[in-house]
């Protein structure tokens, strides 16, 4: 009987090894762009499942006014979030702001925000899809498979991205800063998530011929973690941004890190913070 019972566990052994060479064959084989259409499929289908975890964690948001050189903070703000996420949907609410609770700093906030140089704010006070795996912008880049990495057991495809050449929309001023973007993505072998973006912007963007200002620099580095359900979540990001207000010089650096991750059994459609703790 336990030579019967050795014999099997070797059967199924080599089953299921046969079954994962087979599966890594098959997305050996996938060309970038059936890699990013896998992404937006996964995406999508996340979206649309009445199921998944949902976690509960805090981002620390550091914004630091620079001088030219990066190497000086000449202001910092560092602001708490508590976020909650499900179905690729976030949600952020604002908790502190310079370790001064949100409750006693609304006031303050509202001030700092009106300082000159301050670069946009955006409001996140509702669920947010992420719009850069399930919006049509992703068809506005020519993707090119490089290479692969192994991080810690799991392989990843390497996915450099540049602006395609030819009518691209130039109607809205966010439309004419995303064709001079470009970078590189990370993507999960098995899962098609986004393990890492990297963003940089490949030539100087300028506003209205200059008069208003320019952008010189700008750069975005999102790491995502995978929880051991198998939810990614953004965990770290690095943006630097440098150019001219009409005739001041900006110089921005933001860096968030997310932890504290406590998953939850469900969230409440209208009201996303409502969250139950797991027993």
Known sequence: ?????????????CFLMVELLSIQHVHASLTADEIVQKIQEKALS?????NGSAYEYQKRTKLEKMDKSFEKALETKVT?????????ASHAQLLSVDGVPVADAKNKIGKQQKRKNDPPTVATGAMQKS?????PLINRFNFQLTGEEAIAGRKFWVLKFAPKSGNLPTEEFADRLINRLGGIVVVDQLEFEVARLEINLLEQFTILGGLLGNLETLSLIVA????????WIDSTSTTRLSGRKLLSAMHFRVSEESFDFKKTSSVSANNPNQLIPRT
């Open 131 to 135: 719009p850069w795996l399930n919006h």
């Open 46 to 50: 996340l979206t649309r499942s009445e």
């Open 1 to 13: 009987m336990k030579h019967l019972t050795k014999q099997f566990a070797i059967f199924i052994g």
């Open 224 to 231: 995502r973690q995978r929880m051991e359900d198998g939810t």
């Open 80 to 88: 708490i979030s508590r976020m909650t996420q499900r179905q690729g």
